[in-house]
Structures are given as C-alpha cells and as structure tokens.
C-alpha cells in the first residue's frame, strides 16, 4: 500500500514536470525555426558586435528579401575593410588588406530546405532546452533559449530572440565549461520595408584581387558526378548526413559530406592532394571552429565544423578509403 | 585601472589573468569601454583602416593631431606593432580631445544609417546592450589571440580558408549571420 501511495506522488511530479519538460523542447523548437525564417525573410539593417578571444568585431549587416530574391551584405566597420555579399546564388568574401576575394556557389536548394524538422525530432536526446524571459537586446524585448548539450561531442548556446520579429539579437556560444567562446550582440537593428540597390552593392570588388577558386560543391562542374565513395564510420549520436556529393574537379574526385544534428554543423571534404600543395595534417582551432586534416593515400581529408576539437577528430580519423 | 592596460590589450602584449582582468572590467565600466572605442579609432585612423563608411575626414584630423605632436612621428614600430600604445598617447594628447566626441558622429552614414549610436553607444554605455556588458551580464569571453587559425603552417591557411567559406554556406541551420560574421573576422595570422 505504502509503494502505491509513493508511486502515485512519484507519479504526479512526474507527469506535471514531464510535459513541461516537452513543452519547453516544443517552444524551443518553434523559436529555432523562427530564427531561420526570420533571418532569411525580413529586411533589416543593423550593427552587431562579434566577440572572439580579446578580439571584437563591429559588423554591420544590410539584409534584403523580397521577389528579387535574398541578398545580404556583410561590412566589417573597424581594422582592414573586409565584405561579404550573399545573393541567392553566391558568397563573395572580400579581405582589402590580404587582397583576396573567395567566391563560392551557394546550393540551389538549401539542405535545410525540408528536413530540419526530421533532423530535430530527436534533438531532445542531445540538448536539454530552456525557455524564458530575456534582458532587452538593441532595445528590444527578448526571449532567452539556452540550449545545453548531453555530451562532450557538441557546444552550448544562450540566445536571445526578439520578441516582435523573431531575428536573433544575442548569441553565446559556449564551451563544455560554460564559458563562452564566441559570442554576437546585435547594438542596432532596424526593420525596414526595402533597402536601395546601392547599400547591398560592395565598393571593395575591384580588379587586382587575388581569386581564390571555390573548394567543394562550388567546384563542380555541372552535371559530372558520381556516388560518393569515402566513408564516415562514426559521428557523434544524433549527427545525420544531409547532404554528400561528389564531384569532378580538375585534379580528380572530390567529395563533400554534410552532418548535423539539427543545431551543430560539420563537414568532411575529400579532395585529391595537388602536388605542390603542402598536406594539412592535424588539428587548427579558431574561436567555436574546429578543423582537422589528414593525408590518406593521394588525398586530402579536411573535417571543418562549429563543433569541438574531439569531434571533428574523431569524425577524421574514422574516415576510410574506398 | 592604469590606462596602459588597454594599450597593452591592444597591442596582444597582455595575457592571462592580465588580459582576463581587462576585458571583465571593459564589461563592467562605461568610461573603460569609451577609452576603449576611442583607441581603436584612432588606431584605425593612424593605420589607414578607416572604412569609407566612417569618412576619410577623421583619418585627416588625426594625422593633422599627430603632426601637431611631434612626440610621436619618432615612434617606431612595425604596422600594427604598438599601435594601442601609439593610440593611446595620441588620446590622451590635448589636442585630440576633441576626437573622441566627433569619432560617433563620423559613423553617420550617408545613407542616414547612425552607425555612431551604434559604436560610441557601446562605448558610452547608452544603448540597452551596453548596460547588459555594463552590467557584467557578459560572461568573458575564452581568452584567445586574434582570429585567424591556430596550428596552422601559412601556406595551408588559404585552402583552410576555403574550406572555412564552403562550409558557411551549409552551416547556417540556426542563424544565417553567424557563419559569415566569423569569415569577415577573420584577420589572418600576425
């Protein structure tokens, strides 16, 4: 009699505390996709400050979305001018001081597009979420999203949402320890109904920079690809393929092999080892980016993702020939 | 705390619990913040790294304060090498007084964007996100130096890059900006 009455209290904590549990990861998963959608589908104009290390950035932001299509520009406002310009096709990345210019092609459907409903079903297994009240950030009311990871394999997240539009206006990104190793504050945000032609246009794209190809997909030559052929033996619970292609490049295949797990991104890039190329071998950090190489036969293994060091190392070395 | 510090910070020569100390107050303290925005302007403006959108007439004044100064035409230094220092002896100068009070106003600009809300906001603790750092609401972030890669040899930093640049394109389930915001960060190792 006694184990009943304490199975039954057990039971109503339990139950009270289980659909807050799951009514916290469904309003967490609502703000995610609002963030996304927000991002992508408003027009706005702002000024963010980007924090890494002792480092700070000041960024300023113009997005445009309407019939035209998505076009976003990216202006760095202190140290060596620095632009990124997105458009609906590419991602130019201009650095005046290094006197570079990455373009690369972006994928025609996202692989967001669709599936990041399927690759959240099970994100509760790998984060715990927490939904509350936020300080206001650039002036405006916000919600804050703590998002924490069960395992070592993934980072942590704080964020605050707007309350009116959903945009992002604060992000930590945090380390196993809770300190946090990269974090974005929006100082400035406007909303706006169009922005001119002439704001989203980079005065930095002038001739005498140095073109750096694009790696991976962008790559590719239309039409010319294949199965991949490499394969990734281990990831880190939760982690699904999203997308792999292979492709002909000029020096031979390459492969590009795309994870997450609903928050967290990695990718592998298989590519042939140019001769004259020196090899990466080993492990590079940089703020919340993890990156490791390794040679295997004549080719170049690179795993590159907002994910720790652990994981993109490990992630390589499972990576085995065809 | 002595101004040096953030000289020091400036130029990377402060480490550790040094540099730790630094950046916590830099979240707690207002005037800390200001003086902190004044050096890197007119650190920006002393290397030629003013963007167009702050406008060229600051870098002017600048270099206008500094020929007044002659105290400083003897600095040398590598580009960027002690350039808080420099910074900071150019601020405290009496005759660029005046500079920490125009530097918001280049911001404006001339699409009527205030970008000096934006960063002498920052600076003086006038704009919400100010008061959270002001309010030590932000957590320090992991002490590292510079952003560019660590470990890596210079001849693989471009194709890293590269890759860094692919990957962004996939990587922005959460938030579009953020992968973005880290390449156009990036600086390059020293």
Known sequence: MKGAWVSAVFLSCWIPLADCLAGQKAEAMSLLEGIGESARELTYDGVFIYRQGNDIETVRIIHR??????????????????????????????????????????????????????????????????VGPGERVAGRKTTRLVISPRDAYRYGYALWIDHESG?????????????????????????????????????????????????????????????????????????????????????????????????????VYVEPLVQGNEPYEGLSTMGALSAFGRVAGANQLVVVGEVPSATVTRVGDSVSAP | MKKHYLSELMDDALQGDEARDVL???????????????????????????????????????????????????????????????????????????????????????????????????????????????????????????????????????RLNGFLVSHSTYADSMSPMRPYARVISYHGAP
């Open chain 1, 65 to 130: 979305a309407d019939e035209r299509g998505e076009r976003e520009r990216l202006i760095s406002l202190s140290g060596a001018p620095r632009e990124v310009v997105r458009t609906d096709l590419h991602v130019t990345c201009v650095n005046s001081s290094r006197r570079s210019v990455f373009v690369e092609a972006l994928p025609l459907q996202s692989p967001w597009s669709g599936v990041s409903n399927l690759a959240r079903r099970d994100i509760g297994d790998h984060y715990h979420f927490s």
């Open chain 1, 167 to 267: 945009l992002l206006l604060r992000s930590d990104l945090m380390g196993k320890d809770g300190e946090v190793l990269e974090q974005m504050l929006y100082t400035q945000i406007r909303l706006a109904d169009d922005i001119p032609d002439h704001l989203l246009d980079s005065p930095l794209l002038t001739d005498g920079y140095t073109v750096h190809e694009p790696v991976g997909d962008g790559a590719a030559k239309p039409g010319v690809r294949r199965e991949p052929q490499w394969r990734i033996r281990w990831v880190p619970d939760g982690f699904r393929s999203h997308q792999v292609i292979a492709t002909e490049q000029p020096e031979g295949w390459s492969e590009h092999h795309l994870y997450s797990d609903g928050i967290a991104t990695f990718s």
């Open chain 2, 24 to 158: 916590g107050r830099l979240g707690r303290e207002p005037e800390l913040l200001r003086q902190w925005e004044r050096y890197h302007l007119i650190s920006d403006a002393l290397s030629n790294h003013l963007t167009p959108y702050v406008g060229r007439e600051l870098q002017s004044r600048v270099q206008v304060a500094i020929e007044k100064e002659p105290h400083y035409l003897g600095v040398h230094r590598r580009p960027w090498t002690g350039m808080g220092r420099l910074a900071a002896g150019v601020g405290l100068a009496a005759s660029l007084v005046g500079v920490a009070v125009i530097g918001g106003q280049w911001f404006k600009g001339g699409d009527g964007f205030d970008m000096g809300t934006t960063v002498a906001g920052l600076a003086a603790g006038n704009t919400q996100s100010a008061t959270v750092v002001a309010r030590g609401e932000v957590r320090p972030v992991t002490t590292t130096n510079g952003m560019y890669w660590k470990q890596v040899e210079p001849s693989v930093e471009t």
